[in-house]
């Protein structure tokens, strides 16, 4: 029978060796983001880009043929002027799978403001609705019709 230490130290081994051989699939070490932005930031020739086997979709999106690329600022444009929130989220996702981030970002604070103009505009509407309901009704809230009276409800005094 094995002794309580020694299952313990192959234990701690075993535990140390999984650990040490562990891969962070779909996370960028240190110096994989270093390199990942330098290269980023400063190469612009789609064949070194098709080298470094990280950016294959950058490289291709800047290889596109003219004709495509033209396709592309269309869709791009109509999506800007479009004001179908839904589908100008979906032309970003496609634009962000195709790692053009940039028009993805811009895409998506165009959605935001036409969701804030959206909520504002129902906010509006509505708020005109109860005024219009209410003095359809003949419950209006009085406002500030009678200035003459104080808190009380007595007629205020004239101090002139």
Same mark, same amino acid.
């Given at each position: 029978?094995?002794?309580?230490? +020694?299952?313990?130290?192959?234990?701690?081994?075993?535990?140390?060796?999984?650990?040490?051989? #562990? #891969?962070?699939?779909?996370?960028? +070490?240190?110096?994989?983001?270093?390199?990942?932005?330098?290269?980023? !930031?400063?190469?612009?020739?789609p064949?070194?880009?098709?080298?470094?086997?990280?950016?294959?979709?950058?490289?291709?999106?800047?290889?596109?043929?003219p004709?495509? #690329?033209?396709?592309?600022?269309?869709?791009?444009q109509?999506?800007?002027?479009?004001?179908?929130?839904a589908?100008?989220?979906?032309?970003?996702?496609?634009?962000?799978?195709?790692?053009a981030?940039r #028009?993805a970002? +811009?895409?998506?604070?165009?959605? !935001?403001?036409?969701? !804030?103009?959206?909520? !504002?505009?129902?906010?509006?509407?509505?708020?005109?609705?109860?005024? +219009?309901a209410?003095?359809?009704?003949?419950?209006a809230?009085?406002q500030?019709?009678?200035?003459?009276?104080?808190v009380?409800?007595?007629?205020?005094?004239?101090?002139?």
């Amino acid at each position: 029978m094995l002794d309580p230490l +020694t299952l313990l130290m192959v234990g701690a081994g075993a535990l140390a060796f999984r650990e040490m051989n #562990k #891969k962070d699939y779909g996370v960028l +070490t240190p110096s994989r983001d270093e390199r990942y932005r330098n290269v980023m !930031q400063s190469v612009h020739d789609p064949l070194v880009l098709l080298q470094e086997a990280m950016l294959r979709k950058r490289a291709e999106w800047r290889m596109r043929p003219p004709n495509l #690329k033209k396709e592309h600022e269309d869709i791009y444009q109509r999506a800007l002027k479009s004001s179908n929130i839904a589908a100008i989220l979906d032309v970003a996702r496609g634009f962000e799978e195709w790692t053009a981030t940039r #028009k993805a970002a +811009t895409l998506r604070e165009r959605a !935001q403001i036409l969701q !804030q103009t959206m909520l !504002q505009d129902a906010a509006k509407r509505a708020e005109e609705s109860v005024r +219009t309901a209410a003095h359809a009704n003949g419950n209006a809230i009085p406002q500030n019709e009678n200035l003459e009276t104080n808190v009380t409800g007595e007629a205020a005094e004239d101090s002139v």
